[in-house]
C-alpha cells in the first residue's frame, strides 16, 4: 500500500522545503510519495520543488501551466498519483502533516474518506482572531444546511481517501473553487467518513489565499451542489418570493408613510418594516406553509414568532456582514471608503443570503412546526443516506411524504 500526499502551491517556495521534511518525518517507516502541484507559480515554487525532487525521487513536480485553480490541481495530482491512497493538504504547513498517520490507521480500518478537522474534540483553529473564527463557522453552517453534510469541518483542505474512489467519480468533478472536498463527498457519497482532530497552525511564510473572489467562488459551489442533490425545496423558493415581496411593500411604505406624515425617517423606516413583516407573515401562512397554517387567536401568536424569528435573522445578517468583511477586507466595524464600497455590499449580499437560510429554518422549525407532506425530500434523493453513514445524515430541516415509503429526515 503506498499513500500519496499532494500538495497543491502557489507562490509557496518559501514553504516547500519545509513541508517535504515534515512529511518525511510525519511517514518514515511508511511507503509514500509526495506530489507539488504547482499552478506555474511566478515565485518558481516548481522549480524549487524540482530542485528537491532531483536529490528525492519521492517528491515528484507537475508543473501546470493551464486551467489553473486549487481544486483543479488536486485533481490533476490525485490522478498522476502512484499511490492506492491520496491525501490533499496544504503546502503552507497549516495542515499538521504528523497527522497523517492517525488518518491513514482510519482509512485502512474501513473509512472511505478521513478528513482532518479543526472543530472535532480536540482540534483547534489556533490563533485566529474571533472574526475569522465566526466566518469560518457561517461558511460550515452554510455547507452543513445547504448540503446536508452532518460534519464538524466540512470546509477542510486536509483530507484523504482510496485513489480507486476519486477516480470513480472524477469525471464529473468540476474542481471549481478552493473547496474540492465539498463536491467530492456530494458526489461519491461514501459510506463511512472519519474525521480526525488538529491544531490549525500559522502559515509558514507567504500570505494567505483567501480573497472576495474566493468567498464567491465558495458561495457559488454552494448552491451549484446543491442544485445538483435537489435539496432546495420548493418550500424554501416560496419563502425566498415572499421576501422579495416583502421589500417592494417595505419601500412602497416608507415611500408612502414620508410623503403623507412629519415623521422622522427612522420612524418610518420601523413601521414600514413592520408592514412588510406583517404582509411576509401573512404570505406565507396562506402559501409557503399553507399546510401548517394558523387560524384564529393562533394568527396572533404565530405573527409575533415570525416577528422574534426575523429579529433572530436580523442578527444573524449583521454577524455574518461583520465576520465576513472582516475575513474579506478588515473592516467590520470601521467606515467604508468609496473605494471598497463594493467589497461592503457583496458581504452584505452573503450576509443577507445566510439570514434567509436561518429565517427559514428557524421559522419553520418554530413558528409553523409539524410535519409537512408537501415537502419531498427523501433519504433516495439525498447525499450519504442510501449509503449506511449514520455520522453524515442530513437534517436541514426538509421532511418526506410517509406515504412515499422512503426514510423521512426528521
Not at 499532494?6 to 510525519?26: C, G, K, M
Not at 468609496?338 to 449580499?349: E, H, K, M, V, Y
Amino acid at each position: 500500500m503506498k499513500l500519496s500526499v499532494i500538495a497543491p502551491t502557489f507562490n509557496e517556495r518559501e514553504n516547500i522545503r519545509a513541508l517535504v521534511e515534515q512529511v518525511q518525518d510525519a511517514l518514515p517507516d511508511m511507503l509514500y510519495e509526495i506530489i507539488i502541484a504547482d499552478d506555474d507559480s511566478p515565485d518558481l515554487t516548481w522549480q524549487m520543488a524540482q530542485e528537491i525532487s532531483a536529490r528525492d525521487p519521492k517528491v515528484r513536480v507537475l508543473r501546470r501551466t493551464r486551467n489553473h485553480g486549487l481544486g483543479r490541481a488536486v485533481m490533476e495530482g490525485f490522478t498522476a498519483a502512484a499511490g492506492d491512497i491520496v491525501a490533499c493538504m496544504d503546502a503552507d504547513l497549516q495542515h499538521d502533516p504528523s497527522v497523517l498517520p492517525k488518518m491513514l490507521e482510519k482509512l485502512t480500518r474501513g473509512a472511505d474518506v478521513v478528513i482532518g478537522s479543526r472543530y472535532a474534540t480536540g482540534g483547534s483553529t489556533g490563533d485566529w482572531n474571533w472574526f475569522r473564527r465566526l466566518g469560518s463557522r457561517l461558511a460550515t453552517m452554510m455547507a452543513r444546511i445547504l448540503l446536508g453534510v452532518k460534519l464538524t469541518d466540512p470546509m477542510s483542505g486536509y483530507f484523504m481517501m482510496r485513489r480507486n474512489d476519486f477516480l470513480r467519480v472524477h469525471p464529473s468533478l468540476k474542481g471549481e473553487g478552493f473547496k474540492i472536498l465539498l463536491e467530492v463527498l456530494v458526489k461519491l457519497r461514501p459510506g463511512a467518513i472519519e474525521e480526525v482532530p488538529y491544531r490549525f497552525r500559522r502559515r509558514l511564510n507567504g500570505a494567505s489565499k483567501l480573497s472576495s473572489k474566493v468567498v464567491f467562488q465558495y458561495v457559488r459551489q454552494l448552491w451549484e451542489l446543491a442544485q445538483l442533490r435537489q435539496l432546495l425545496p420548493a418550500r424554501f423558493i416560496r419563502f425566498v418570493l415572499v421576501g422579495c415581496t416583502g421589500i417592494v411593500v417595505n419601500l412602497a411604505a416608507m415611500a408612502l408613510l414620508l410623503k403623507l406624515t412629519d415623521w422622522r425617517g427612522w420612524v418610518a423606516s420601523v413601521v414600514a418594516s413592520l408592514i412588510a413583516n406583517l404582509n411576509n407573515y401573512g404570505l406565507n401562512n396562506v402559501w409557503t406553509f399553507s399546510d401548517r397554517a394558523h387560524r384564529g387567536f393562533g394568527l396572533l401568536k404565530g405573527y409575533v414568532s415570525y416577528l422574534l424569528m426575523s429579529t433572530v435573522g436580523l442578527g444573524i445578517t449583521t454577524a455574518s456582514y461583520i465576520g465576513l468583511a472582516w475575513t474579506v477586507a478588515q473592516f467590520p466595524l470601521g467606515k467604508v471608503d468609496w473605494n471598497r464600497l463594493g467589497i461592503a455590499l457583496f458581504c452584505q449580499f452573503l450576509a443577507i443570503a445566510l439570514g434567509t437560510f436561518s429565517n427559514y429554518i428557524l421559522n419553520k422549525g418554530v413558528t409553523w412546526p409539524g410535519p409537512a407532506r408537501n415537502d419531498v425530500h427523501c433519504a433516495e434523493n439525498l447525499p450519504f443516506l442510501n449509503s449506511g453513514n449514520t455520522q453524515t445524515v442530513a437534517k436541514a430541516g426538509f421532511d418526506c411524504d410517509p406515504s412515499s415509503g422512503q426514510r423521512p429526515l426528521l
